[in-house]
């Protein structure tokens, strides 16, 4: 019971990063929200284990993360065009800000926007990046600098890039 | 807060470290908050559910993947490395070798190949032992990685292969970066890779993909090399994750009226050393509307010696596909 409480607890307060963090490394809401759950079902099941670490978000979002990017999955989906279990309820299409973002993270190459989408929207600090996707840090740093520098010119913004 | 709101207030305080300040992106990443999920949030009692359901579902298909190494004669045995593999954090297995999407010959993308650091010696007993089944010494085995178990490019499928339609190359985009690259991945909720040995000891990878007809009609092909022993381990795997994603509820079932996933084996023996023909059937969505059929799906998996050939095909019916797997076969 005690560990029911404690799952639904970080449940509640974790799977709307996980799933705007997802949303934005795949730009398809519907997978997004598949991976979540599917992240905390596995979480659920060792959540004896992974209730007890540190950071028990950094592991639901490595697993969340590497559910989303199944490449079979997505190529099988782009190449019949075919939507996966989708919104049954009507929901607002997003903004057009949002809309533009989204596009210009999916031209990305997968290394930058990971790198991008941890840091800026997912908060990690660059360690933590570098350690949840297991490259050092001076490659997360370059990885975050050309990203930043892509995604100011798809966006048209001006970057400033001190603190990479 | 119900568990059904989906939540649009930034919920919890930002974990970990927050980054350095931003630059103009600043607004452009807040847009990216706070999204509105396609369908309300699961509850914690769903999500609980479905842990439940997936950890039942594991000891099974470990069991049946067990016995099935063990009715084959061991033939395929191999040592269990007792890591978290990529499918979840902690693992060990290190990226090595080949660079990520390099191109072969004939346009395929070769991934890394996957080595694993050992964290225990080959001869550890298999974690996934059962009582009643094999003992652990029967299962090791010393494992001698071949330099010459490559997958080259003659050993794909061509578009020629097809026969006639127009069948055109399919970029392999989304075949780069991380991840774990296996088909059979993503059959179903409640994967790891820790539980298929094969995983931990592929040598080599490929890929290619056709369409013709707009997307009609799709073929992906994957051909992997295994270190000696490991391909016949490698199609005990795809049986027991088969057998594990054999009927699987879609996720809130109940509320969207999808009914369930299924993979089943259909066919075998009829190409290679060793083949299996699985019929793939899930509910999608067209649009807004739940589709009233199942889309289904065929992939033929084929093995000659330690190289193993997974063949998916959309819109093509048996007969098409068993041809196409038999080509594959002689390709390997």
């Not at chain 2, 649009?8 to 999204?35: C, I, N, V, Y």
């Not at chain 2, 799709?218 to 054999?246: P, T």
Request: aromatic letters at 6%.
């Amino acid at each position: 019971m005690a560990d029911d409480a404690s799952f639904d607890a970080f449940y509640r307060q974790s799977r709307q990063r996980l799933y705007d963090c997802l949303y934005a490394l795949t730009g398809d809401p519907a997978e997004a929200q598949d991976a979540a759950q599917e992240a905390f079902a596995r979480a659920w099941q060792r959540w004896p284990t992974v209730g007890g670490y540190d950071d028990p978000e950094a592991w639901v979002r490595t697993v969340g993360r590497r559910i989303a990017v199944s490449r079979w999955r997505r190529t099988r989906n782009r190449l019949t065009a075919q939507r996966r279990l989708g919104p049954p309820d009507p929901v607002p299409p997003p903004s057009a800000a949002t809309t533009m973002m989204i596009s210009a993270l999916a031209r990305l190459p997968v290394e930058q926007r990971t790198a991008i989408v941890l840091h800026h929207l997912c908060d990690r600090s660059v360690a933590e990046v570098a350690a949840e996707t297991g490259v050092p840090v001076g490659t997360v740093k370059a990885r975050l600098s050309r990203g930043r520098h892509a995604l100011a010119a798809l966006l048209r913004i001006e970057p400033e890039d001190s603190h990479v | 807060m119900s568990d059904h709101d989906p939540g649009l207030g930034r919920e919890g305080g930002a974990a970990g470290t927050p980054p350095e300040p931003l630059d103009g992106l600043g607004e452009a990443f807040e847009a990216l908050r706070r999204q509105r999920p396609p369908r309300p949030f699961a509850t914690a009692d769903e999500v609980r559910g479905h842990g439940r359901r997936l950890a039942a579902r594991r000891r099974v298909a470990v069991g049946l993947a067990a016995v099935c190494l063990v009715a084959g004669g061991g033939a395929a045995a191999g040592a269990v490395l007792a890591d978290a593999g990529p499918g979840e954090p902690g693992g060990t297995v290190t990226l090595a070798a080949t660079p990520p999407g390099a191109a072969t010959a004939s346009g395929a993308t070769t991934m890394p190949t996957a080595t694993a650091t050992p964290t225990a010696p080959a001869t550890t007993a298999p974690r996934t032992t059962q009582p009643g089944t094999a003992p652990p010494s029967a299962l090791a085995t010393t494992v001698v990685p071949s330099a010459t178990m490559t997958v080259g490019p003659g050993m794909l499928l061509t578009a020629a292969d097809l026969g006639p339609g127009g069948w055109a190359d399919v970029a392999a985009e989304p075949f780069e970066g991380g991840g774990d690259a296996w088909f059979w991945a993503d059959a179903c909720a409640g994967y790891q890779r820790s539980d298929y040995p094969s995983r931990q000891r592929q040598l080599d990878w490929a890929v290619v993909g056709y369409a013709t007809d707009g997307g009609a009609r799709s073929v992906l092909e994957e051909v992997e090399a295994f270190a000696l022993g490991f391909g016949a381990r490698s199609l005990a795997d795809v049986r027991a994750v088969v057998a594990f994603c054999e009927n699987r509820p879609a996720f809130n079932a109940e509320r969207t009226g999808a009914g369930p996933t299924t993979n089943t084996i259909i066919r075998t023996g009829f190409a290679g050393d060793e083949s299996l023909l699985v019929r793939q059937s899930h509910f999608y969505y067209d649009g807004a509307t739940l589709a009233p059929e199942p889309r289904v799906t065929l992939t033929a998996v084929v093995r000659v010696g330690d190289r193993v050939a997974t063949v998916w095909c959309d819109g093509l019916d048996t007969e098409q596909v068993l041809v196409l797997a038999r080509r594959a076969a002689t390709r390997l």
